[in-house]
């Protein structure tokens, strides 16, 4: 049997033992077929051939039968052999192999091991690799592999993401191959964008055909620009389109027909909110996902969906299909966050970086993309343009507030186009509301309340959850009318269920007044009359105003930007320059953020007044997270392991609460869930936590430490919190200092 040499031991027959030989070839031929699209088929090829070249070393195979038949590890490394040798052949691009169960490694690792090779254990290697040749004679091949043509080492940013899609072209084909051997092929989808452009149009016209608005006109006219867009070549493309102007199907229209006409693979789209994740995700299957179709079109990949449910959306029927396909996107079309978009592609474990691959040849949209972290920006766009400049990957920003991302770094004289051109004059066609500006003098909660309890509809957007149950009591207090609270103290499925009740009184136009953080106002479908939003930065007055007169019923809907007295606000320092370079551009006679030109010099200075291009922070015990600045030193360093503990999207000043009694239907689950989460396995325990979501909330960390020793929360899993302490069934976490008598009290 071929010298005994052996990969993996018997499948799930017990029978078949996997030779080395036909892993490392199955191996090289999915590597190269995943790295075609942006040129890195042949190196590709090779190092699936080499990743495992050490396991033909006698120590190795001696373990492997020793432990066959046991869930016990073999216990030899085996990585340092094709390390070895794929640097003979291709230099720098080992550190795929180094990495390939560990992760992506830092420049010294490499050198490290490589000078131990030749001064140590040479003959060692050169056994191993006569050994494996003589079964698999191309791993010695007659001429090195060739990298693309395009590739520089000059251009360090270029073979950062080479190096990335690389890798996870490798650790994907090796994980596949290996799960076929085991439990045989999986089943993919059988369609491609091209089969489905069809079925989206005629299901889209069905869609439009049942609605309504007065901006029906409006978004068909988006629409047309999208399809007309989409014949252009791939590159960079924006979406600067109004809220309500129909963005989700422009951007889906043009993104299947675009991958269509070019070839593209798939059509990936991320989003800042798991709400307009699951949102857009509902609509997207509407649209593409057939009742006879094998396998789903539309895969939904994010922490809160439950993919091993047994009972989802379609009934449990493809579950699995939605597990498999999460693990490397094998989707025609992606639905999914920019959290874990961007933490993938800033990765180095194989199990993040085993999808982005799929990147290359792709449609990616970008939505709401307003909502990326300014002190990631600079790594950010620079991977962005380069997807689009070498791996064929045609990138949309899609935006009502469209940054000014030009006056960067990374994009200066960047090549762009508008789907829908500035002089359709979109915005002020569009514009469906008026500014009152409250600033000076500063109302007080007490005499907000007062004003809003008088409206029927009415939506209130504060800064901080402090203010959010403050006014809400103030509401109550006053006699607001059916008053309900938002806020990320509530539990997942608790603002589940009271946008579903806001959007059904809102649609029988009953009476509701809604007081909420900010987590209503990028692409949460609601329309009210009148919409109150407390002073901030410039985008966000602009995405609450999209929740006031949405659809367009109203002459105009009014906005009031007001600046309360007893009013908090985020103290990142990104805000904080957002919200000066808001003070000087808009406000009582100035201008308000409907203006494009305005919202434009407002970015502007915003990025200028934070400096973004000077590289501050630490990974080692600061306080100061690294900016994007840092993360591209690092990146230009080879420095896998910083990037990845670096580039963060969401700061960590607040805990997940897991609260398990906020639904008497859902509470026996939910204990089911946290006793079986203790005892778990890590694979178990990531699938029960991703059942969990719907029973998490968030609070900061000095409030759950502060719970914990007064007995009302206990640790349940890392820094995971069970909390069986109070829980408000309208504001739902709420503390001491949420608010003080002096709050509630005229």
């Known amino acids: 049997m071929e010298c005994g040499l052996f990969a993996h031991s018997p499948d799930d027959s017990g029978r078949n033992w996997h030779l080395l030989s036909d892993h490392l070839r199955g191996t090289g031929d999915l590597a190269a077929e995943f790295a075609v699209p942006f040129g890195g088929g042949e190196v590709a090829r090779f190092l699936g051939l080499t990743h495992d070249l050490g396991k033909g070393k006698p120590s190795w195979q001696e373990a492997l039968r020793q432990v066959s038949g046991s869930d016990r590890p073999v216990g030899v490394p085996h990585k340092d052999e094709g390390t070895w040798w794929a640097s003979q052949q291709v230099g720098v691009w080992a550190s795929v192999v180094l990495g390939h169960h560990g992760g992506l490694p830092d420049r010294e690792a490499l050198r490290e091991l490589l000078e131990k090779a030749t001064t140590e254990r040479l003959a060692e290697f050169r056994a191993t690799l ?13 001429e090195r592999p060739q990298l693309p043509g395009w590739l520089s080492p000059k251009d360090w940013q270029s073979c950062d993401v080479f190096m990335r899609l690389l890798f996870s072209a490798v650790v994907d084909a090796d994980f596949l191959d290996t799960e076929r051997h085991f439990s045989g092929a999986r089943t993919t989808s059988q369609l491609g964008p091209a089969d489905l452009v069809e079925r989206f149009d005629e299901e889209r016209a069905k869609l439009v055909a049942q609605r309504s608005s007065p901006l029906d006109g409006l978004r068909s006219e988006v629409y047309d620009y999208a399809l007309a867009a989409s014949a252009l070549p791939p590159g960079m493309f924006r979406l ?101 978009l961007f933490e993938s592609i800033f990765a180095r474990r194989p199990s993040a970086m085993r999808k982005l691959h799929r990147l290359a040849g792709a449609v990616l949209v970008l939505d709401e993309v307003q909502a990326l972290p300014d002190r990631l920006l600079l790594p950010i766009l620079s991977v962005l343009r380069t997807l689009t400049e070498h791996f064929g990957t045609t990138v949309v920003l899609s935006s009502a507030t469209q940054p000014s991302y030009w006056s960067l770094g990374p994009f200066q004289d960047l090549a762009v186009r508008d789907i829908v051109p500035a ?114 930065c410039a985008d966000s ?44 551009v808009f406000g009582d006679g100035q201008g308000d953020p409907e203006q494009p030109q305005l919202l434009h010099t407002y970015y502007r200075q915003r990025f200028t007044k934070q400096n973004l291009e000077q590289p501050i922070g630490s990974t080692e015990g600061g306080p100061v997270r690294p900016n994007g600045a840092m993360i591209q030193r690092w990146r230009k360093d080879r420095d896998f392991p910083r990037v990845a503990a670096g580039f963060r999207m969401i700061e960590e000043s607040s805990l997940s609460v897991v609260v398990p009694d906020t639904n008497s239907d859902r509470r026996e689950e939910a204990e089911r869930l946290i006793a079986e989460l203790q005892y778990a396995t890590p694979s178990r325990q990531r699938m029960l936590l991703r059942q969990l979501q719907p029973f998490m909330a968030g609070i900061p960390k000095h409030e759950a430490t502060k719970a914990i020793t007064e007995g009302d929360a206990t640790w349940l899993l890392g820094d995971l919190v069970l909390w069986r302490g109070p829980y408000d069934e309208q504001r739902g976490l709420e503390s001491d200092n949420a608010y003080t008598e002096e709050d509630l009290v005229a």
């Open 423 to 536: 002089e359709a004059g979109l915005a002020q066609r569009a514009r469906r509301v008026r500014y009152v500006w409250r600033l000076d003098p500063r109302p007080t909660w007490e005499e907000i309340a007062a004003e809003v309890s008088a409206e029927p509809q009415a939506l209130v957007v504060v800064n901080t959850t402090k203010d959010a149950a403050v006014l809400h009591r103030r509401l109550k207090q006053a006699g607001a009318q059916e008053c309900v609270h938002l806020s990320t103290r509530m539990t997942a499925e608790h603002r589940r269920r009271v946008l579903s009740d806001v959007k059904e009184s809102l649609g029988r136009g009953e009476p509701v007044v809604v007081v909420s953080t900010q987590l209503v106002e990028a692409g949460v479908d609601l329309d009210f009359p009148v919409v109150w939003r407390a002073w901030t």
């Open 541 to 584: 007055v602009q995405q609450a105003a999209g929740r006031c007169n949405r659809d367009g019923r109203l002459e105009r809907g009014l906005v009031v930007v007001f600046d309360p007295e007893k009013g908090g606000h985020p103290r990142d320092e990104s805000y904080k320059a957002g919200l000066a370079a808001t003070e000087a």
């Open 130 to 142: 006569e050994r494996v040749a003589a079964v698999v004679p191309e791993i010695r091949p007659a």
């Open 240 to 340: 600067p389109a109004p809220t309500g102007a129909g963005k989700t199907l422009a951007m889906a229209g043009f993104g299947l027909h675009h991958a269509a006409r070019h070839g593209l693979r798939r059509v990936v789209m991320a989003v800042p909110f798991l709400s307009i994740t699951e949102q857009n995700a509902g609509v997207l299957r509407g649209l593409l996902d057939g009742e006879d179709d094998e396998t789903p079109s539309v895969l939904e990949h994010h922490s809160g969906i439950r993919l091993e449910a047994e009972d989802s959306e379609n009934g449990g029927r493809f579950a699995w299909w939605q597990r498999l396909a999460a693990e490397n996107w094998d989707a025609p079309f992606v639905v999914t966050t920019m959290v874990r």
